[in-house]
Each structure stands twice: as C-alpha cells, then as structure tokens.
C-alpha cells in the first residue's frame, strides 16, 4: 500500500515538476510570480479537450495544444506584460496583472466548456504491470517519462544552447544581458512559449491521468505548484524538479496517512513550514538585495 | 506649484469641506427615508461591507504594497468566530465583534510574522494558500462549523432590546455607524507616524529601512490592522446574510476585495468607496452578461494597471502637505495647512 501510493506519488510529482519549471523560467528572468500560469495549465488542458473531440487522436491533440498554448503565453506577455515593463511600472502592477489573465482564462473556459467536470478521454490504451505487489498504469509511466524527458530536454537547452546562455545571463543581471547584446524581448518571448508548452503538456497529463478537465482545475492544482516551486528554490530547475516530486508524494502521503480531505491542504502546509524554516528554498540563493 | 483644475476643485472642496461634509451625512443619515425598496437598501449595505474590507486591504495594498489574495480567509474567521459565539454561547453581538476581530487579527500576526520577511512576491503567494487553508478547516472542523452545511439562521444583533433587521433599517444604520469608525481610524492612522511609515514602505522600502523603519515589525503591524479589519467586517456580514458556508468565502472574494482597491485607487479613502460601489452594483446590473461578468473583472484590473494604476479617485493631492506645528496661509486661496487623507 505504502510503495502504491509512492509510485503515485511519484507519478504526479513529476508532472508537478514540469509545471514548477515554466513557473520558475519566467520568475527567473522577469522576477514576476506569474498567477497567470496555473490558468494557462488548464487553458492547455482544454484547448487538447477541443482538439480530442475533433477526432485528431490524443497524442496530436496535446501537440497542437502545446504550440497554441505556448503561442497564449507570448500573447499574455505581449498584451498585458510588455507594456508595463516598458512603462517601467511598480513591481505589484505586474503581479495584479497576472491574477487578472488567470480569471479572464478562467472564465472563457467557463463560458466555452462549462464550469463542470468533462470527461477527457484516455490517452493510451489502459494497462500496466504488477511489480512486487505494486501496481503501476501505463499512463503512470506515460507521465513519469514524458516530463522525464522535457526536463532533462528542457536542462540541456538552458545549460548547453545559445538561448539557455541568454536567459542565464538575463536572470544574473538584465541589464548587463542589454548591454552584451542580447535581444531581450525574444529571449522573454521564448520563455513565455517555453512556459505555455510544458504547461500545456502537464495539463493534456494530468487530464489524462484524471479522466476529467474543468476550468478551476488551475485554481485546484495551482498552489500546489506554487508550493513545489518555493520548496525547490524559486527560479531554480533541478529545484523545481525535487519541489515537485516531494509535493507530489507529500499529497498522496497526507491523504493516506490523514484521510482525503487533507490531501489540498497538504502542500500549502509545506509551503508555510519552507518559509518560515528556509525561505530561499532547499535549492535557491538568497536573493540579496539591490539598492 | 502649478495651478491645474484639479488643484482648484481641491481648494474649492476644501473650503467648503463643512457644508460637504454636512450634505453627505444628511443624506447618509436619512436615506432609509427616502422610500427605496428593500433590495436598493440591502445593496447599499453590501456596498458598505465591500467598502470596509476595501479600506482594510488598502491599508495593507494600497499603502504598505503587499499584495494580499487571502482577505476572504479573514472575513471567513470574522463571521464565524462571531456567528459561532453568538449561536452556541448567546453571547452579544459587541462581544462576538470584538472577538471576532480579534482572532482575524491573530491570525494576520502569526501569518504575517514569517512571510513578512519576505518580498511581497512569496507573501501573495502564502496569502493565497492561507485563504484555501482556512475554507479547508471551515469544511473539516464540522463540530464548530458544521461543515460544509454551513451556519443556518445566525442570529441578528440586539441592541437595548431591538433587533436590528433590514425592515427597521436596523442593519443600515450599524452598518454606517461601522464603515464611519473604520473609515475615522484608518484616516487618523494614516495621519500618524505609523501611517507615514506605512507610506514609506509602500514607496520603497529600502529607503524606508535606511532611515531608520522597522520595516519588518511595520508591515507586521499593517497585517495584523489589515486582518482586523476585514474581521470586523465579517463579523457584520454573518447576521446580515443570516447563512454562511464555506462557499461564502471563496478566491474570488478575496479577488473582488483587490479589484475595488484598485479600482478605487490604491492609497486613498475615497476611492475605496466608489470602488465598492461600482462593482457592488455592476454585478447587479448587468445580469445580462452572466459568466462574462468575471472576464470584465479580469480584464478590468488589466486595464487598470496598465492606463491608471493609480485608480479611479487616485490622483496625487495638489494641496501642500500638512506639516504639524505650522498652520500658515497659502498665498490666495485661504487654504490652511491640515490634515487629510480623503
């Protein structure tokens, strides 16, 4: 029982990671908590709902919801956060802009899909094997490896590419990045799509694994990413990598161990405890401050 | 300085701040006269509320800067504390508001003292997960809270033997009585030293530091007045509403409570109350739009920060600040050197 709900946990930690990372790519280069993020999560989980009742299959369902998702992202950023960084506005008209964009996603996918819960279709053939007495889904491994492989994808492009070097530079200091020559608005650019796509990805994920999507369900899963987030050490990778697992077995453990009703608040616990003990996080520097 | 209209609409409604003054409570004071039906009545006084926890969030966002997403929380310990005192323990309303604001004070003190240390970031995000945490316990604590059924028939306030209903505008005028007190502390608070440093934090909080602010133990302060506040308020809405569950106290009341401070301009009194006003009665008007209502509020407060993040009524006081000690003249305008936050 314990090693089930530890493989379950597992499972849905990592795809936790995957949305902990987009989360933290964009607070690392624009120091901004993107509220707007876990809305998109759900944005990208709908927009493969769409494309799964147009009978493309799920796989490219999700593969479409990525590229629109990520495209979303970038319109987010171009729209609403562009503007502000360009008038050089106070740190909090950016936050309150985010929270904005995720109610008005929020609510067109009410409007669109109903605020109820809709069944989303499976997206391999159900199976699996028995391991020790352990069962493990198909669609376990599916989501294991999947944001597996995106983060280790995701690693390589920000420590080994051109780009990754842009955005480190950008999170160390912005303005030495401008002066050095780097374009700035693509690199933020390629971060929102990079955000939006593994967010989406999550989204088609956990709707696949839950058999269901509804429009809250970034209000839902939301602050639990938030949490893996801040556990790991905001704006860093391999922390939101363990942020997210520890959140992930954290859950299914509160909910065996305390009953089902703990299992939401589990992870907000967690992030009160980090930031009283560690604030910066198991894997963040401390941020100093700038005068 | 720079004679502009607003600085003449200023000086003209600061000279003629009594006769204003005068018309506003004779009207506030007499509109339960005036013949509105119930439902205009019931309105003004969601207004009032929304108005109250507005002017408790401002404290916090509007002058401090820092973003709170959690204030439904608080409102929620506010109504039930008091709900659950007056209905097990028959306790009197006054008690059950003290202690209902009370504990919402508590609790911002023990949130506030370990996420304050932190940028305003992590203490919106923590605000957040309060607010769920506390419609979690709402919903799990089914001795005191009955659960998810919620507190049925809590019982109306009595004062001197008369309970206080919406047919003898009971309710109306403790609700004036309410928003006039919090409205008066807030305005003498942000007057005071304390309210100064508020400001100054809220402005850069490095530099507050510098000279010399506790900027820690300030915005600790801030929470806790924030908190206790919006308790109040809480503690008002429970009776007025007569039922409360955990559906009561959702994200998207803390989310409204943001969108009137901002609306009505961060930083100001004034505009706390157009602010409740219009989106108290735009939600009633407009039934037409139905779920695209929320994606006005969204789009809203986009526009707000983007065109007028100082809000609706937030526009910088041309009148020279009051300095304490010298009430000297400005030259031609009769304009003595006061105190004012509206």
Redesign the interface.
Known sequence: MFIQQLVNGLALGMVYALIAVGFSLVFGILRLVNFSHAAIFAFGAHVALFFIGLEVGPIPAILISMVLTGGVGILIDKVALAPLRKKKSIPIAGLITTIGVSYILQNILTIVFGSGRVHFPAIIPPGGFDFLGTRITSMQILMFGVSLTLMLLLTYLVNHTKMGLAMRAMQQNPKAARLMGINVNSVIMFTFFLAGATASIAGGLISGFYQMAYPAMGVSFGPKVFSATVLGGIGSMPGAFVGGILIGVIEVMAAMFLGSAYRDGAAFVVLILVLILRPQGLFGRKLALKV | MKKDWLFLMESMLFKHRLLIWGLVAAVVLTLPFWGLSLFVMRTIIMIGVFAMLALGLNLL?GYT?Q?S?GHAGFFAIGAYTSAVLMMRFDVHFLVGMLAGAALAGLFGLVLGI??L??????L???T???G??IR?II??WTPVTNGTLGLMSIPRPRFFGTELNLNNHGFYYLMVALVFLVALFCHHLLNSKVGRSFRAIGEDE?AAS?MGLQTTELKVLAFVLSAFITGVAGVFYAPLMGFIDHNTFT?DVS?LI?SIV?VGGMGTLRGMFLGSAILIVFPEMSRFLM??R??V??????LM??FR?NGLLGWQSRLPYPIRGKKKEVKGHGISKRQRSF
């Open positions: 966002t800067s973003v997403l370990p996420t240390r932190l940028s305003g970031s992590y919106t995000i923590v957040m997960g309060f769920e945490i979690l919903m799990t490095v510098m994200f989310i943001l901002i779920d695209w929320f994606v509020y969204g789009l809203l407060l986009i920060m983007r993040p």
